[in-house]
Nanobody, 129 residues
Framework: QVQLVESGGGLVQAGGSLRLSCAASGRTYNPYAVAWFRQSPGKEREFVAAISWDGGTTAYLDSLKGRFTISRENAKNTVYLHMNRPEPEDTAPYYC??????????????????????WGQGTQVTVTS
């Protein structure tokens, strides 16, 4: 079983920056892709960004391109979400999710929540204006 733990959330001013981390532990079935999702109150869980096992493929919510960057350090089993120039509309709990195992493509980046069987508990991000 894979355990995912997010950290780095908190209060940030609009226009600032914040880095979220997602650390994987337990039985990590390589290769695995990791994604970030967020879910504002009353809304569906929304895809934010994903990165493939080899780091060569990334995907983003269109409205976040250029502001958010996803990266990973496989040696540390950690994936990061760099939030640059966040806006109040980015306020939400952020969740990381993982998918992978034997036969999983190292370049795959699923973009829907249904593609990820493993989830963290979330970290709250609050952007103040």
């Amino acid at each position: 079983q894979v355990q995912l733990v997010e950290s780095g959330g908190g209060l940030v001013q609009a226009g600032g920056s914040l880095r979220l981390s997602c650390a994987a532990s337990g039985r990590t079935y390589n290769p695995y892709a990791v994604a970030w999702f967020r879910q504002s109150p009353g809304k569906e869980r929304e895809f934010v960004a994903a990165i493939s096992w080899d780091g060569g493929t990334t995907a983003y919510l269109d409205s976040l391109k250029g502001r958010f960057t996803i990266s990973r350090e496989n040696a540390k089993n950690t994936v990061y979400l760099h939030m640059n120039r966040p806006e109040p509309e980015d306020t939400a709990p952020y969740y990381c999710a993982a998918a992978g195992g034997p036969g999983f493509s190292p370049s795959s980046t699923p973009r829907t929540k249904f593609g990820y069987p493993y989830w963290g508990q979330g970290t709250q991000v609050t952007v103040t204006s």
